[in-house]
């Protein structure tokens, strides 16, 4: 009887929403197509988008969190509740900003599936023009 592959027997969560994955792979099922089959570390992320070094900064993360706590906790999309302080059981989230621009007033707090909805938006924009 052959064995169990090893990711079989040590499940874990998807690289980008955290879903659990029995079959130890990186990303699930619905984030594998758009992510691709292995997390990239941060130092491929700062190659590919020089501007992700900015996220590193402690302006950024003073700003990330002071836009958190007005926008009470919740994604200011569809208003759920999102982790961190004011709901430790809450969804993940991300803070949506314009680059190069730290003031609190021009960034949104979203859950993951706004944020990547409105970033692909953006994206088609655009690509229109």
């Known amino acids: 009887m052959p064995r169990p592959s090893r990711r079989a027997l040590f499940p874990s969560s998807c690289g980008h929403c955290g879903t659990r994955n029995e079959d130890g792979a990186a990303y699930c099922p619905k984030c594998a197509p758009l992510y691709g089959t ?5 130092a491929e992320r700062l190659e590919r988008q020089p501007h992700r070094a900015e996220y590193q900064t402690p302006e950024y993360r003073a700003t990330r969190a002071r836009r958190y ?7 200011e999309s569809c208003g759920m509740k999102l982790k961190g302080r004011l709901h430790p059981d809450g969804v993940r989230w991300e803070y949506d900003h314009v680059h190069g621009d ?22 088609r924009e655009r690509a229109g023009q």
Do not use: Y
Request: hydrophobic content about 25%; glycine content about 6%.
């Open 69 to 75: 706590v007005m926008a009470r906790g919740l994604c």
């Open 102 to 123: 730290l003031d609190v007033h021009t960034g949104r707090v979203r859950c993951l599936p706004c944020h990547h909805s409105k970033t692909a938006q953006d994206r």
């Open 38 to 42: 292995r997390p990239q570390t941060e």
